[in-house]
């Protein structure tokens, strides 16, 4: 099992986002911020940890699909890469090809596009260095459209064809490609002060440990924020030692229950009553407050045998008894008035027998009895006659006529019916006059209410209520005893007496205790009842921090626990564990046989184990013999730096499976000649037992990369890149002209005349002119080859490393003819070249196809003249 199966297999175990970790850190190969505040999130959101708004993404835990270069299985070759799309200045329509087999050479002069080509292969290889995205072409609107291509490969043999787009997966075959470039040095060899190797596998734990210390410390920042904010009634409560309140609150946890705390805060109206008794009787003059007290509970007592008086005057009973006299009354009035009209309904005067008539009768009754004739029965009628009895209302003599009528009256008024209709209404009249004599305007009341409703408000309500309904009820039957006519009344709430007599006994428990706060003893009792009662009143003030802070709590413990899911403790024992099983002297070894491979064996130095922190096991090159402190990357040159991290990255892949591909984008910029040479030579080496891709600018480079290959008999492809006028990214086969054998560019110079001929055919002389001008520079460099590479033997070759002094045998041949011709032939190439200085007087125009063809033509016969006579010696 290779170390990343490994992890893969142990992370199954790990914390939910640390294993959506480890599938961005395999994937991308470096996290970004808002990569870190997502895994915050998901490590939060395990504990239940919610953002309102801003939630967790849904977890993408590491896959074996994920698994990059060197993890899955079988070969894999790169065929080409083509339909490129939106990726820096390349052109579309190009294909970019490379040769299953040995080694393939991509050249390419700075901004010819070649590093676009090397940007989409570092993506779709997943190289240990990601690099930042691919920029697209600034000069079109095309906003919003991802880079793609399509990449030809084969699996074990197999042709395969993929579509890729940034920002999707890539195809994981693909994964068993290696890439390597400037950058992924830089991964290889990390940038600090320390030179040190880590084997791919190894890396991923060192940045999940970092990836936990970035996540604990926004945890910590988080919790640390909670910390300080806890409420200022929770930092310093106002509920007093000892009391029920404040052990609760000393207790609170992110356990507690708010309805634990909800049920003491609660208080009645008793308790809050109690509460200002108990403040009054601790504070001020006890024996004046008892004495005020004293005074309320005897207005209180009043006031409730009013209410009681009251209640008892207008009560049912009472109310019911005076209907009753009504009813009564008014009916003995009526049989008295049928009496009347049947005793007076005949007489001349009217109004005889009604009220006023009665009041005159009865005057005249008194009148006489007590005046006129003292001793005599009302009405006197004898004697008659003029000396005899005088009407005491007229004051004349009777006359039988009129004595009759007289007696008659009396003997009316002395009836049965009359006498009871009176004693019916002197009755109701005696009933009523209790409810005309007590006031009851509410203001005679006001004070002792006013004392009710400082001990309880809702009593006194009720008792202004009974007050009124009394009024309302005396009103209404006071109306109905002047009427005569009786009408139902309301009903009469229940009088207050209870709660009345509760008050008046309360009141005077309070003035036996407030002559108690005077004592010491009791004072302390009393002083811890009230603090009990105030500390339950506050908090009923508080329950909302409460809340607050048990809710704030509960989040602490959460991001503690959250914090527990970033301990690095297992991730540095499971670090060593594959140390231990995965990296061996083997590698150690291998390095070693790297580094002297390619040249860098005089340094002294081997690879060792640089210890293990925070899930990070580093190997680190250290110089052999050098004091402790010595920092390898401070004695290095850039030539030996960059070798250590290529002897690295080979040394990593003998520890995979296969052979597949590796591609190197530049791998020797800016080194010396003598760095260039080594890799070359390893890099040969290597396309002995896998293809290897090269990507590079350098024609020297190219150069040796041609000559080991043919040292070594591996199969050699060459291909270039070059810019046009508008676009860069043109894909040619071969090599470019300077880098061309002098066989090769007589090729090319055909080539170029066949499309001159054409451009003559169709636009004319002058559309020619520049090409066929063009054509003759082109000549005279084959001509400066022919002279280095068949003239003078190769002995001496530009971008040549040396001068081969062996070839020196064959120069002999070499006639004053062969010098006359060459020196002819460059003379007509430098008078027909665009921009070779000529005299303005010449003018020549330049020879048309044919002629151009027969100068082609000579050096193709010189060269061949020249090599036969050197084959047959």
């Not at 009895?369 to 009895?389: I, K, R």
């Amino acid at each position: 099992m290779t170390v990343i199966a490994d992890i893969l297999n142990w992370s199954l175990a790990r914390p939910m986002w640390q294993r959506d970790a480890l599938g961005r850190l395999v994937i991308g190969g470096e996290v970004t911020q808002d990569d870190i505040d997502e895994l915050t999130k998901l490590c939060e959101a395990k504990h239940g940890l919610v953002h309102p708004g801003d939630p967790a993404p849904d977890p993408r835990p590491l896959t074996a699909d994920d698994i990059p270069a060197g993890t899955s299985t079988g070969t894999v070759e790169m065929v080409g890469l083509r339909d490129v799309r939106n990726v820096d200045l390349l052109v579309e329509g190009q294909r970019l090809g490379f040769n299953p087999m040995g080694l393939t050479v991509i050249y390419g002069d700075n901004a010819s596009g070649k590093s676009g080509y090397a940007r989409i292969l570092r993506c779709v290889c997943r190289a240990r260095a990601r690099g930042g995205d691919i920029k697209s072409n600034v000069f079109e609107d095309r906003p919003g459209e991802p880079a793609s291509a399509t990449v030809d490969f084969r699996v074990g043999g197999a042709e395969r064809s993929e579509r890729w787009e940034q920002g999707q997966a890539p195809p994981p075959e693909l994964g068993n490609v290696s890439f390597f470039d400037a950058m992924c040095a830089s991964v290889q060899v990390e940038a600090t002060n320390e030179v040190a190797f880590t084997p791919f596998g190894l890396d991923l734990l060192g940045k999940l440990a970092r990836l936990c210390q970035e996540v604990h410390k926004r945890l910590d920042a988080e919790a640390e924020t909670l910390r300080r904010q806890i409420p200022a009634s929770i930092r310093e409560p106002q509920a007093s030692e000892g009391t029920a309140v404040r052990r609760q609150l000393d207790a609170l946890s992110a356990d507690s229950e708010l309805a634990d705390f909800g049920r003491l805060a609660t208080l009645t109206g008793e308790d809050r009553a109690r509460i200002r008794d108990l403040r009054r009787a601790l504070s001020g003059n006890p024996v004046a407050l008892a004495k005020e007290i004293k005074v309320r509970h005897g207005r209180i007592a009043q006031l409730r045998q009013d209410v009681e008086s009251l209640a008892k005057l207008v009560s049912d009973e009472c109310v019911e008894r005076i209907r009753m006299l009504l009813t009564d009354a008014v009916a003995k009035g009526q049989a008295a008035k049928l009496a009347d009209k049947a005793a007076f309904g005949e007489q001349p005067v009217p109004g005889v027998g009604g009220p006023v008539w009665r009041e005159l009768w009865e005057s005249a009754r008194k009148y006489s009895e007590q005046v006129a004739y003292p001793g005599s029965a009302f009405p006197v009628t004898e004697p008659l006659g003029a000396d005899g009895a005088r009407c005491v209302l007229c004051l004349r003599p009777l006359d039988e006529e009129s004595a009759n009528r007289l007696r008659e009256f009396e003997e009316f008024i002395q009836r049965d019916t009359r006498r009871k209709a009176e004693e019916a209404k002197q009755s109701l009249r005696a009933a009523c006059q209790p409810l005309r004599t007590p006031s009851l305007r509410t203001r005679r009341f006001s004070d002792s209410l006013n004392d009710v409703k400082l001990e309880d408000e809702q009593v006194r309500d009720a008792a202004w209520r009974f007050l009124i309904s009394v009024r309302l009820r005396r009103r209404h039957v006071l109306r109905c005893y002047v009427t005569g006519k009786w009408a139902d009344v309301q009903p009469l709430p229940s009088a207050p007496l209870a709660q009345l007599d509760r008050l008046a006994t309360g009141l005077a428990a309070k003035e036996a205790e407030v002559l108690r706060a005077a004592k010491a003893s009791d004072r302390s009792k009393l002083q811890a009842e009230l603090n009990e009662l105030e500390a339950r009143q506050w908090l009923a003030g508080v329950l909302d921090d409460v809340a607050g802070e048990i809710e704030r709590r509960g989040i602490l413990r959460a991001l503690d626990q959250a914090v527990r899911d970033t301990s690095t403790t297992a991730i540095t024992t499971k670090s060593t564990a594959l140390v231990e099983q995965h990296i061996t002297s083997a590698l150690v070894k291998r390095f070693a046989e790297e580094v002297g491979q390619l040249g860098a064996g005089h340094l002294q130095i081997r690879l060792g184990s640089a210890g293990g922190r925070y899930g990070e096991h580093r190997f680190q090159v250290v110089l052999v013999g050098a004091r402790q402190d010595a920092k390898v990357a401070e004695v290095l040159s850039e030539g030996e730096f960059t070798c250590i991290a290529l002897a690295g990255f080979l040394a990593e892949l003998a520890t995979a499976e296969g052979y597949s591909a590796l591609v190197f984008d530049d791998p020797v910029c800016s080194l010396d000649h003598r760095w260039r040479r080594r890799m070359a030579r390893r890099l040969a080496a290597e396309a002995a037992t896998r293809q290897v891709v090269v990507f590079t600018h350098s024609i020297v480079f190219l150069m040796e990369l041609r000559e080991e290959c043919a040292e070594a008999g591996v199969q050699r492809t060459e291909g270039y890149v070059r810019r046009g006028a508008r676009r860069a990214g043109i894909c040619m086969e071969g090599v470019p002209w300077v880098a061309m054998t002098v066989r090769q560019r007589i090729g090319y110079l055909r080539n170029e005349l066949q499309a001159a001929r054409a451009v003559l055919n169709r636009s004319g002389y002058d559309e020619y002119a520049p090409r066929g001008s063009s054509i003759y520079g082109l000549l005279r460099g084959a001509w400066e080859q022919a002279t280095e590479e068949i003239l003078l033997n190769s002995v001496v070759l530009r971008f040549g490393r040396e001068v081969q002094t062996q070839r020196l045998r064959l120069l002999t041949d070499i006639t004053e003819a062969d010098v006359r011709q060459v020196e002819k032939a460059m003379k007509k190439c430098s008078r027909h070249m665009e921009g070779h200085d000529t005299p303005p007087a010449a003018n020549e125009p330049v020879p048309e196809p044919d002629e151009l063809a027969g100068d082609i033509e000579e050096l193709t016969t010189w060269v061949a003249a020249m090599r036969s006579d050197r084959n047959r010696r």
